[in-house]
């Protein structure tokens, strides 16, 4: 796919109109290799289905000549045993996701809402160019719907590394699988590679247990998938871009701001964005946090200043100190006020910062 070429000397509106034409192609692109996606997995879920139930209708016959003992089984009441255990088996499907976290455009400050939610270890995701796409899967057993999440965790309950079709026989147990994690992993990358489409890496076709669903236009051919003329350039913002720096230093902020905070309301800081980003965040971080280091000394000095002219007021002597217990006070209570008014604006800056409200919760 060829990327639309912009002249460096181009009006400022020139070049925004160029931008808008890149993504809206690559957002093209990337939804016509989904699409030839989902019809591939779909037809290994089916597949897997098929046998999953012919497997278990099996085990079950087995067992009931078993219990039979020698003799033949009543055929009504087995037939029967067979149509519910086919039911309680559960179907798979694949499909393009259509919220807007999925095609939309995604903004520098929404990147950096995934990074402080700990959801991506990049401020240079393809989802800021529209070159990635969601397509989750779906599984159905027994009148149940349930949108599988995100991360290896749960993709094991309906994927899991031990798998036997024996497992669906038992009616009280509810069995959410057709086939190991091991034959998904192997079905999901064959069907993304022969889309021509690659995982969030944007190199491999493999699933990538922690963002399974997200699938973006490959930056490097594959062998047996996308080639060389399936590879796209521009499909994410360069280390140097603004939208990367407005991310960083977003993603910064909001450390600088919590860092110091109590035990509870302190974030769990992103190892990977601080690694990956190491200088820029070093710098963004540095200049945030002496900001807000200043404001804790002011708080300080004042606190202390405040204790000292109240013990003046007291006692009436000039060179009267105040008590410390009576400055720990102060400082606490300048501490615990600050530390109010930092988590305060923390929330309103990442609420600021979020794609999608009715989907991601504001901070209260």
Same mark, same amino acid.
């Given at each position: 796919?060829?990327?639309?070429?912009?002249?460096?000397?181009?009006? @400022?509106?020139?070049?925004?109109?160029?931008?808008?034409?890149?993504?809206?192609? *690559?957002?093209?692109? =990337? +939804?016509? &290799?989904?699409?030839?996606? =989902?019809? #591939?997995? /779909?037809?290994?879920?089916? !597949?897997?289905?098929?046998?999953?139930?012919?497997?278990? $209708?099996?085990?079950?016959?087995?067992?009931? !000549?078993?219990?039979?003992?020698?003799? $033949? @089984?009543?055929?009504?009441?087995?037939?029967?045993?067979? +149509?519910? *255990?086919?039911? &309680?088996?559960?179907?798979?499907?694949?499909?393009?996701?259509? /919220?807007?976290?999925?095609?939309? %455009? &995604?903004?520098?400050?929404?990147?950096?809402?995934?990074?402080?939610?700990?959801?991506?270890?990049?401020c240079s995701s393809a989802h800021m160019r529209r070159a990635a796409i969601h397509v989750p899967v779906t599984a159905v057993r027994a009148g149940k719907s349930k949108v599988i999440p995100h991360k290896k965790t749960n993709l094991l309950t309906y994927f899991p590394s031990k798998y036997s079709h024996a497992d669906h026989l038992d009616e009280k147990k509810e069995v959410w699988a057709i086939m190991s994690y091991a034959d998904f992993a192997k079905a999901w990358a064959d069907a993304v590679k022969g889309a021509k489409l690659a995982n969030w890496g944007g190199k491999k076709p493999d699933l990538a247990p922690d963002d399974p669903w997200h699938v973006e236009l490959p930056r490097k051919a594959v062998k047996g998938g996308a080639d060389k003329a399936d590879v796209v350039k521009k499909t994410r913002p360069g280390r140097s871009d603004k939208e990367v720096n407005a991310c960083v230093e977003n993603y910064a902020e909001y450390i600088a701001l919590t860092d110091d905070l109590p035990k509870g309301k302190k974030l769990k800081r992103n190892a990977e964005i601080e690694k990956n980003y190491k200088s820029l965040f070093d710098k963004k971080f540095k200049a945030a946090k002496a900001k807000v280091d200043a404001e804790r000394k002011k708080a300080k000095e004042q606190a202390e200043k405040a204790a000292k002219a109240e013990a003046k007021d007291n006692d009436?002597? #000039?060179?009267?100190?105040?008590?410390?217990?009576? =400055?720990?006070?102060?400082?606490?209570?300048?501490?615990? !006020?600050? /530390?109010?008014? %930092?988590?305060?604006?923390?929330?309103?800056?990442? /609420?600021?910062?979020?794609?999608?409200?009715s989907r991601f919760k504001l901070e209260k």
């Amino acid at each position: 796919m060829n990327t639309p070429k912009t002249d460096a000397k181009a009006a @400022p509106a020139a070049k925004k109109d160029d931008s808008k034409k890149l993504t809206d192609q *690559l957002a093209k692109e =990337v +939804s016509e &290799r989904a699409g030839k996606l =989902v019809p #591939k997995i /779909n037809a290994a879920f089916t !597949k897997a289905r098929t046998e999953a139930v012919k497997q278990a $209708k099996a085990e079950l016959e087995k067992k009931a !000549k078993k219990e039979a003992k020698g003799g $033949k @089984p009543d055929a009504k009441d087995l037939a029967k045993k067979k +149509s519910e *255990l086919e039911k &309680r088996i559960p179907s798979f499907s694949a499909a393009i996701s259509d /919220n807007i976290e999925s095609s939309g %455009l &995604r903004t520098a400050d929404e990147q950096a809402y995934y990074a402080i939610k700990g959801w991506s270890s990049t401020c240079s995701s393809a989802h800021m160019r529209r070159a990635a796409i969601h397509v989750p899967v779906t599984a159905v057993r027994a009148g149940k719907s349930k949108v599988i999440p995100h991360k290896k965790t749960n993709l094991l309950t309906y994927f899991p590394s031990k798998y036997s079709h024996a497992d669906h026989l038992d009616e009280k147990k509810e069995v959410w699988a057709i086939m190991s994690y091991a034959d998904f992993a192997k079905a999901w990358a064959d069907a993304v590679k022969g889309a021509k489409l690659a995982n969030w890496g944007g190199k491999k076709p493999d699933l990538a247990p922690d963002d399974p669903w997200h699938v973006e236009l490959p930056r490097k051919a594959v062998k047996g998938g996308a080639d060389k003329a399936d590879v796209v350039k521009k499909t994410r913002p360069g280390r140097s871009d603004k939208e990367v720096n407005a991310c960083v230093e977003n993603y910064a902020e909001y450390i600088a701001l919590t860092d110091d905070l109590p035990k509870g309301k302190k974030l769990k800081r992103n190892a990977e964005i601080e690694k990956n980003y190491k200088s820029l965040f070093d710098k963004k971080f540095k200049a945030a946090k002496a900001k807000v280091d200043a404001e804790r000394k002011k708080a300080k000095e004042q606190a202390e200043k405040a204790a000292k002219a109240e013990a003046k007021d007291n006692d009436k002597k #000039k060179d009267k100190k105040a008590d410390p217990k009576a =400055v720990k006070a102060k400082t606490d209570e300048a501490t615990k !006020k600050l /530390n109010d008014d %930092l988590e305060k604006r923390a929330k309103k800056l990442v /609420n600021k910062m979020n794609p999608d409200p009715s989907r991601f919760k504001l901070e209260k």
